[in-house]
């Protein structure tokens, strides 16, 4: 990267628009958060240099930052919103039959496509999260003192199959499986509404596991799978005793106290690569 990039940085919700803000200032970089109105974000993004944007308003703003950033990231979740509730200025207006075409198509893989083909007609440069904070990803030494065993094993293959089958539809990138029984696989609500609408199917016997990975063919600049401690307090909440991830792809929040927290109540963490 040149030395001389300045950065957007395109923010929804959960933590890690805030970490990589952080880092960013640590590492003297200029840039700008434009944060999504419509996302739950982290109130900590206050003491950066912010202006807060709506959907329907953020080509302007991204048309008058363009002089003076050049690169841009996309960090934290937002609920994917319907046509009538971008309400576009004139500038976002003019995308709207191409989306209108998006929306109809479905997928997030998409959507998120389509956004950065945008982004980069607009001249910039869309980064990834790895560029700019990689020990996210150094997870070698990441391991849980629990362990899946032979079933558990199973059911990761399994997971790992059925996931891969489906990314040639764009539909999620988790799925619950027990005992070799799928529980559910992610749609449009995401991961955490997941693990709470399949609770009431946990069995006894073996308990299931939450298999999270990264889609075929997916963009790695944008929307890869996160973990946090939310999502390990839910499958806890669950019965859902470990969780199987993307390895090298997937962004761990706050890694060191999800091994503290998943070794206190006995869950694994597992990373694999996807088929």
């Given amino acids: 990267m040149k030395a001389n990039t300045a950065f957007i940085l395109i923010c929804g919700g959960g933590k890690l628009p805030y970490l990589i803000a952080k880092k960013m200032e640590i590492s003297r970089k200029k840039f700008i958060l434009l944060i999504l109105k419509e996302s739950q974000w982290d109130k900590r993004l206050k003491n950066f240099n912010v202006r807060i944007v709506r959907l329907g308003n953020i080509i302007t703003e991204l048309k008058n930052l363009r002089k003076e950033y050049d690169n841009?990231?996309?960090?934290?979740?937002?609920?994917?919103?319907?046509?009538?509730?971008?309400?576009?200025?004139?500038?976002?207006?003019?995308?709207?039959?191409?989306?209108?075409?998006?929306?109809?198509?479905?997928?997030?893989?998409?959507?998120?496509?389509?956004?950065?083909?945008e982004l980069e007609r607009m001249k910039f440069r869309v980064s990834g999260i790895k560029s700019i904070?990689?020990?996210?990803?150094?997870?070698?030494?990441?391991?849980?003192?629990?362990q899946p065993n032979q079933i558990d094993l199973r059911n990761i293959k399994k997971g790992n199959k059925i996931l891969n089958i489906l990314s040639s539809f764009d539909i999620g990138q988790s799925i619950i499986i027990q005992q070799g029984n799928v529980l559910g696989i992610e749609a449009a609500e995401g991961t955490d509404v997941?693990?709470?609408?399949?609770?009431?199917?946990?069995?006894?016997?073996?308990?299931?596991?939450?298999?999270?990975?990264?889609?075929?063919?997916?963009?790695?600049?944008?929307?890869?799978?996160?973990?946090?401690?939310?999502?390990?307090?839910?499958?806890?909440?669950?019965?859902?005793?470990?969780?199987?991830?993307?390895?090298?792809?997937?962004?761990?929040?706050?890694?060191?106290?999800?091994?503290?927290?998943?070794n206190k109540l006995k869950m694994f963490l597992f990373g694999i690569r996807s088929v």
């Fill in 72 to 117: 841009i990231i996309l960090a934290g979740s937002l609920t994917r919103p319907s046509i009538k509730d971008i309400k576009p200025d004139f500038n976002t207006l003019k995308l709207i039959p191409k989306l209108t075409k998006i929306f109809l198509q479905g997928g997030d893989n998409r959507l998120l496509s389509f956004l950065v083909n």
């Fill in 194 to 262: 997941l693990i709470r609408r399949t609770k009431k199917l946990v069995k006894n016997g073996d308990k299931p596991i939450l298999i999270k990975l990264l889609k075929r063919n997916q963009d790695c600049r944008v929307d890869l799978p996160t973990l946090g401690i939310k999502t390990v307090e839910l499958c806890n909440k669950s019965n859902i005793k470990g969780i199987a991830y993307s390895y090298n792809d997937t962004v761990l929040i706050e890694k060191e106290k999800i091994i503290e927290r998943m």
């Fill in 133 to 146: 904070i990689p020990n996210l990803f150094e997870l070698k030494d990441i391991k849980t003192i629990q």
